[in-house]
């Protein structure tokens, strides 16, 4: 089974709609009376087509329902299961007492639980998973003694668990996760030793781990994440030897982990980041034949890696990043060929890299900064061509040469040495890795010519900066020395010097911005991944469930069906996904998979994850992800309500919408949106295509700015050479003539947007005009403003905000440069005048 690391977390509109008691006992009404009754109260539900009674002469009134689409009877004719998962429904049902099975997942059931649930004595299943309800869980749930299987999970179902759940010693599975849950859980919710599957994760429950837990051997699978729990390590956890997956990340869980982890045969995840576990990494975990993944980062963790690291053969992610773990790296480790994560980071390791790492072929990415590895960086690392996301060495006291084998990294994205003691050139051979976006040589000891082509030639993140004594073509180098011969001897030299320096641009690794997504082929991996690193208001971004996110993204669009197709562009298209729960996204497929690869388009899709990741404003579309694998690259976006604005200045009935206080709203948001872009990122983003068709509408009618495709970050006091990139119409004119972009170019773009949004079209021709206008009042508005809108003249305020913006937009226009404003001065106008 693949694993896919896509961030979410899950916050569910509430309709109006009424949760109906269950389980009521309906006086004088037969089954088949109590279930008409019900239908007919309900909004036309096409799943309840055969819910009618034939007549008499045709059927036995007692053998009605036994016919109906989701129901099941027994012998005797009484309704046994009402089976209504995923059909839609929208409202809830009130029913019948002699009920066995009941499920109404993925529906869009609202309100609370009745307190009646407690009649329905007979349930063995309550599943209502996936649905709106809100309120608590009613303590008559304890009355429920024949309940195995019960699912609340992915509600908004707040309060404290009711400890009588505890009571119920046939349960097999609970599932409580996505909630609001708060208090304690029921210290005895395995008190009949049966209990296979228990989640209760991102919730806000405190107090300790229950104690049934401990000695719970028929435990699979346990999920406790993200929550407030106590507890310790080595105390409250026993022996399970039917466990598979274990994750109590995020939690304060305190002591040392206990060797009887080694006692778990079946383990294939053990996952406890985020805690404050101490002590060493008993030897008996990585006995584990079945291990797959272990996560025990941010903890306290001390010692030294076990040399019986050898022996988990199977791991496929290793991750003790942010611990106190010292020694050295144990050569065994090359025994690990399945590994395709390992993150060491952030510790205190020492003495040199083992060169046996090598052998992992499999890895994806590898993350060994920040502790005190010396020495050479070994070429046998050389080795892991299947690199593609991230090799992270800095922070070390690395020495030596770079070794030329980095060049065979072909998919790489980043690659950041810096902060070590490297000497000599740098290999010519790196300029080949076209697929790398970030290279980050700075604080070494690195001298001779930068290689010309490839990162070194691009707008991509680059850091050559407190070197030795580097040269070459980059802006902020000295030239290197130029000898030019024939026939061997010489002909001339020229010798430039300038001297300059180069303003060192972090790029902080896409791992570490929190939305960081790894999609790699589906059928390579088992277990379900979990990464990130903490957690936000409508989204987990540390130790999310990524698999199923993007499981849930295929399934909701259908692989992508242009059914659910909401846009399309140069690099790709724009689906439209609704989550069962409501929550909606827009998902950005970009055109560069392998059998249709265009570098272009992957160029694209990596500045746009680099410049997303770097912007958290309110006027900015919010990036919630990003999956980049052979068979899909795609982006995870807030979906906005309202469509672009284009759209809506096309449409006569839209255009209505957007009175002239939101058209300055509209142009008062992208205004402070590009300067904070351009002003407080550091560096700055451009970005190099303002357009109506990529300024987004929320519900309110709120402006985004959207596509960060042909985003670029600028250097200060710089341009950027480049090939064109934008929409002709909206672009500055120097464009035409040159290759150097600069923030100006967004400033003209904002104007040519700004006339649009007051005249509900493009200004056309009409902008080489409005570059000779001196005296904006003068200008004839019948020309300028949108007829479909009656003229403001009758509301002062409102008429000078639009006078202002004409005046703005205006001076936006000027075809030198440097006579634009800056967006800072446009954003501060429009605070000062139009509040």
Same mark, same amino acid.
């Given at each position: 089974?693949?694993?896919?690391?896509?961030?979410?977390?899950?916050?569910?509109?509430?309709?109006? $709609?009424?949760?109906?008691?269950?389980?009521?006992?309906?006086?004088?009404?037969?089954?088949?009376?109590?279930?008409?009754?019900?239908?007919?109260?309900?909004?036309?539900?096409?799943?309840?087509?055969?819910?009618?009674?034939?007549?008499?002469?045709?059927?036995?009134?007692?053998?009605?329902?036994?016919?109906?689409?989701?129901?099941?009877?027994?012998?005797?004719?009484?309704?046994?299961?009402?089976?209504?998962?995923?059909?839609?429904?929208?409202?809830?049902?009130?029913?019948?007492?002699?009920?066995?099975?009941?499920?109404?997942?993925? @529906?869009?059931?609202?309100?609370?639980?009745?307190?009646?649930?407690?009649?329905?004595?007979?349930?063995?299943?309550?599943?209502?998973?996936?649905?709106?309800?809100?309120?608590?869980?009613?303590?008559?749930?304890?009355?429920?003694? +024949?309940?195995?299987?019960?699912?609340?999970?992915?509600?908004?179902?707040?309060?404290?668990?009711?400890?009588?759940?505890?009571?119920?010693?046939?349960? &097999?599975?609970?599932?409580?996760?996505?909630?609001?849950?708060?208090?304690?859980?029921?210290?005895?919710?395995?008190?009949?030793?049966?209990?296979?599957?228990?989640?209760?994760?991102? @919730?806000?429950?405190?107090?300790?781990?229950?104690?049934?837990?401990?000695?719970?051997?028929?435990?699979?699978?346990?999920?406790?994440?993200?929550?407030?729990?106590?507890?310790?390590?080595?105390?409250?956890?026993? !022996?399970?030897?039917?466990?598979?997956?274990?994750?109590?990340?995020?939690?304060?869980?305190?002591?040392?982990?206990?060797?009887?982890?080694?006692?778990?045969?079946?383990?294939?995840?053990?996952?406890?980041?985020?805690?404050?576990?101490?002590?060493?990494?008993?030897?008996?975990?990585?006995? $584990?034949?079945?291990?797959?993944?272990?996560?025990?980062?941010?903890?306290? &963790?001390?010692?030294?890696?076990?040399?019986?690291?050898?022996?988990?053969?199977?791991?496929?992610?290793?991750?003790?990043?942010?611990? +106190?773990?010292?020694?050295?790296?144990?050569?065994?480790?090359?025994?690990?060929?399945?590994?395709?994560?390992?993150?060491?980071?952030?510790?205190?390791?020492?003495?040199?890299?083992?060169?046996?790492?090598?052998?992992?072929?499999?890895?994806?990415?590898?993350?060994?900064?920040?502790?005190?590895?010396?020495?050479?960086?070994? @070429?046998?690392?050389?080795?892991?061509?299947?690199?593609?996301?991230?090799?992270?060495?800095?922070?070390?006291?690395?020495?030596?040469?770079?070794?030329?084998?980095?060049?065979?990294?072909?998919?790489?994205?980043?690659? +950041?040495?810096?902060?070590?003691?490297?000497?000599?050139?740098?290999?010519?051979?790196?300029?080949?890795?076209?697929?790398?976006?970030?290279?980050?040589?700075?604080?070494?000891?690195?001298?001779?010519? !930068?290689?010309?082509?490839?990162?070194?030639?691009?707008?991509?993140?680059? *850091?050559?900066?407190?070197?030795?004594?580097?040269?070459?073509?980059?802006?902020?180098?000295?030239?290197?020395?130029?000898?030019?011969?024939?026939?061997?001897?010489?002909?001339?030299?020229?010798?430039?010097? &300038?001297?300059?320096?180069?303003?060192?641009?972090?790029?902080?690794?896409?791992?570490?911005?929190?939305?960081?997504?790894?999609?790699?082929?589906?059928?390579?991996?088992?277990?379900?991944?979990?990464?990130? &690193?903490?957690?936000?208001?409508?989204?987990?971004?540390?130790?999310?469930?990524?698999?199923?996110?993007?499981?849930?993204?295929?399934?909701?669009?259908?692989?992508?069906?242009?059914?659910?197709?909401?846009?399309?562009?140069?690099?790709?298209?724009?689906?439209?996904?609704?989550?069962?729960?409501?929550?909606?996204?827009?998902?950005?497929?970009?055109?560069?998979?392998?059998?249709?690869? *265009?570098?272009?388009?992957?160029?694209?899709?990596?500045?746009?994850?680099?410049?997303?990741?770097?912007?958290?404003?309110?006027?900015?579309?919010?990036?919630?992800?990003?999956?980049?694998?052979?068979?899909?690259?795609?982006?995870?976006?807030?979906?906005?309500?309202?469509?672009?604005?284009?759209?809506?200045?096309?449409?006569?009935?839209?255009?209505?919408?957007?009175?002239?206080?939101?058209?300055?709203?509209?142009?008062?948001?992208?205004?402070?949106?590009?300067?904070?872009?351009?002003?407080?990122?550091?560096?700055?983003?451009?970005?190099?295509?303002?357009?109506?068709?990529?300024?987004?509408?929320?519900?309110?009618?709120?402006?985004?700015?959207?596509?960060?495709?042909?985003?670029?970050?600028?250097?200060? +006091?710089?341009?950027?050479?480049?090939?064109?990139?934008?929409?002709?119409?909206?672009?500055?004119?120097?464009?035409?003539?040159?290759?150097?972009?600069?923030?100006?170019?967004?400033?003209?773009?904002?104007?040519?947007?700004?006339?649009?949004?007051?005249?509900?079209?493009?200004?056309? *021709?009409?902008?080489?005009?409005?570059?000779?206008?001196?005296?904006?009042?003068?200008?004839?508005?019948?020309?300028?403003? *949108?007829?479909?809108?009656?003229?403001?003249?009758?509301?002062?305020?409102?008429?000078?905000?639009?006078?202002?913006?004409?005046?703005?937009?205006?001076?936006?226009?000027?075809?030198?440069?440097?006579?634009?404003?800056?967006?800072?001065?446009?954003?501060?106008?429009?605070?000062?005048?139009?509040?």
């Amino acid at each position: 089974m693949a694993q896919h690391n896509i961030f979410i977390f899950f916050l569910f509109p509430l309709p109006c $709609l009424v949760f109906l008691p269950l389980c009521s006992i309906t006086s004088g009404l037969t089954e088949t009376e109590a279930l008409l009754k019900w239908k007919r109260s309900l909004p036309n539900q096409k799943f309840l087509d055969s819910w009618v009674s034939p007549p008499l002469a045709n059927s036995s009134r007692a053998q009605i329902p036994c016919s109906w689409r989701g129901i099941s009877c027994d012998s005797s004719g009484s309704v046994i299961e009402l089976n209504l998962n995923n059909t839609g429904l929208q409202e809830s049902i009130g029913v019948l007492s002699k009920l066995q099975f009941l499920s109404l997942d993925k @529906n869009n059931f609202s309100g609370s639980i009745p307190q009646s649930l407690g009649n329905c004595t007979h349930l063995s299943v309550l599943s209502v998973a996936l649905n709106n309800l809100s309120g608590i869980i009613p303590p008559g749930i304890g009355r429920l003694t +024949n309940l195995t299987d019960v699912r609340f999970h992915r509600n908004n179902l707040h309060g404290d668990l009711p400890q009588e759940l505890g009571n119920v010693s046939s349960l &097999i599975v609970v599932h409580l996760s996505y909630n609001n849950f708060s208090g304690h859980l029921p210290p005895q919710v395995c008190k009949g030793g049966k209990l296979v599957n228990f989640t209760a994760a991102y @919730n806000s429950l405190s107090g300790p781990i229950p104690i049934s837990l401990r000695n719970c051997s028929s435990l699979y699978r346990v999920q406790i994440q993200h929550n407030k729990l106590t507890g310790y390590a080595d105390q409250d956890f026993g !022996v399970y030897p039917n466990l598979t997956y274990i994750d109590i990340s995020l939690n304060r869980v305190q002591g040392e982990l206990s060797a009887n982890w080694g006692a778990c045969k079946s383990l294939e995840a053990l996952i406890m980041a985020g805690n404050s576990i101490k002590g060493n990494i008993p030897g008996e975990v990585f006995q $584990l034949k079945q291990l797959q993944k272990l996560d025990l980062s941010s903890n306290q &963790i001390s010692g030294e890696i076990p040399t019986e690291i050898r022996n988990a053969s199977m791991l496929y992610l290793l991750n003790l990043n942010r611990n +106190n773990i010292s020694g050295m790296m144990p050569a065994s480790i090359g025994s690990l060929s399945n590994l395709e994560s390992l993150d060491l980071s952030m510790n205190r390791l020492s003495g040199p890299i083992a060169y046996q790492l090598g052998n992992c072929y499999r890895l994806l990415n590898l993350n060994l900064s920040h502790n005190d590895f010396n020495g050479r960086i070994p @070429n046998q690392i050389g080795n892991l061509y299947s690199l593609e996301d991230f090799l992270d060495l800095s922070f070390n006291s690395l020495s030596g040469e770079i070794p030329i084998d980095l060049s065979k990294f072909n998919n790489l994205i980043s690659l +950041n040495l810096s902060h070590n003691n490297l000497s000599g050139s740098i290999p010519d051979s790196l300029r080949t890795m076209l697929s790398l976006s970030s290279i980050i040589l700075s604080y070494n000891d690195l001298e001779g010519p !930068v290689p010309n082509g490839g990162i070194f030639n691009s707008s991509y993140q680059l *850091d050559l900066s407190n070197n030795k004594d580097l040269c070459g073509r980059i802006q902020g180098l000295r030239p290197c020395n130029i000898s030019v011969s024939h026939g061997g001897s010489s002909k001339g030299k020229v010798v430039i010097s &300038i001297v300059a320096s180069l303003a060192g641009v972090l790029l902080v690794s896409l791992v570490l911005v929190g939305i960081f997504v790894i999609c790699s082929e589906r059928n390579s991996r088992i277990l379900e991944q979990n990464s990130g &690193i903490k957690k936000e208001s409508t989204f987990s971004i540390l130790h999310f469930d990524g698999k199923n996110l993007y499981d849930d993204i295929i399934e909701a669009t259908e692989n992508f069906d242009d059914k659910y197709c909401i846009g399309e562009g140069a690099s790709g298209k724009v689906y439209k996904m609704v989550m069962q729960g409501g929550e909606k996204f827009a998902i950005k497929k970009f055109r560069c998979e392998e059998y249709e690869l *265009d570098l272009e388009i992957l160029k694209a899709f990596k500045s746009e994850i680099e410049a997303m990741t770097e912007i958290r404003h309110r006027n900015i579309v919010k990036l919630h992800g990003f999956c980049s694998q052979r068979s899909h690259t795609f982006a995870v976006y807030e979906y906005m309500e309202g469509g672009t604005l284009a759209d809506f200045l096309k449409s006569d009935t839209k255009a209505l919408k957007l009175d002239w206080l939101k058209r300055v709203d509209i142009v008062k948001g992208v205004a402070q949106a590009l300067s904070y872009m351009h002003h407080d990122c550091d560096p700055p983003i451009i970005h190099r295509d303002i357009s109506s068709k990529n300024i987004l509408l929320s519900a309110n009618l709120e402006a985004h700015i959207s596509d960060f495709g042909t985003a670029r970050f600028l250097k200060l +006091n710089s341009s950027i050479w480049t090939a064109f990139a934008g929409t002709r119409g909206y672009a500055a004119p120097e464009l035409a003539y040159t290759m150097a972009v600069s923030e100006k170019c967004d400033v003209f773009s904002f104007g040519v947007l700004a006339f649009e949004i007051l005249m509900g079209k493009h200004p056309g *021709d009409l902008i080489s005009h409005l570059q000779s206008f001196d005296d904006v009042p003068n200008m004839n508005f019948k020309e300028i403003l *949108d007829p479909r809108l009656s003229p403001p003249k009758e509301q002062q305020k409102l008429m000078k905000e639009v006078v202002l913006i004409a005046s703005i937009a205006i001076s936006c226009l000027q075809t030198n440069p440097s006579s634009r404003p800056t967006m800072r001065s446009i954003a501060d106008q429009m605070i000062s005048s139009l509040c």
